[in-house]
């Protein structure tokens, strides 16, 4: 059986990340969106990141269009937008699809694993997807669930 630690992401500039490297670490999964109504929560994802990394926390960003296309044409736009309108330093990838035929493995593992309002199909940009150390673990969280919100599971997870 995978884990999420036996899948690869693409950076926006195409090198790749593998989640292996991020064993021990609590990870926290997102599919964003730069021109969506949810995309303040940058804001409250970069506290988070800023309070719990250095206690093991990382957030990462996966752009995606599947949403009334409501991001920019490629990752790198999505990652500048991101860190000069909310400051974000976390790890923003390539743009790619969460739900359909062509959706990320990595997406399609974190849905295999969790159900949200419509079943495994992520809902909206900005569901949020909680791993534990060893991985085993993973919440899911919608759309609508504001990043501090998530503050006491990532207490509990680190």
């Known amino acids: ?5 036996d ?44 309070k719990y990394r250095d206690r093991g926390l990382v957030v990462i960003g996966f752009p995606s269009g599947d949403f009334a ?9 999505a990652e500048e937008f991101c860190r000069l309108n909310y400051g974000v330093s976390f790890p923003i990838m390539k743009k790619i699809h969460v739900n359909g035929s062509e959706a990320d493995p990595i997406f399609k593992y974190l849905k295999s694993h969790t159900k949200g309002f ?32 998530l503050a006491e599971d990532i207490e509990k997870m680190l």
């Open 7 to 50: 899948f690869t992401a693409q950076t926006n500039t195409g090198k790749e990340l593998q989640l292996a490297e991020l064993k021990e670490k609590v990870l926290l999964i997102v599919n964003t969106a730069s021109k969506c109504g949810f995309t303040p929560q940058f804001a409250g994802l970069e506290k988070l990141y800023q």
């Open 1 to 5: 059986m995978a884990s999420i630690y």
């Open 118 to 149: 419509l079943g495994s199909r992520i809902k909206w940009n900005f569901t949020k997807f909680l791993i534990s150390r060893d991985g085993n673990t993973i919440k899911r969280y919608a759309p609508i669930t504001n990043p501090n919100k």
């Open 69 to 77: 296309n409501q991001e920019l044409a490629d990752g790198s736009q």
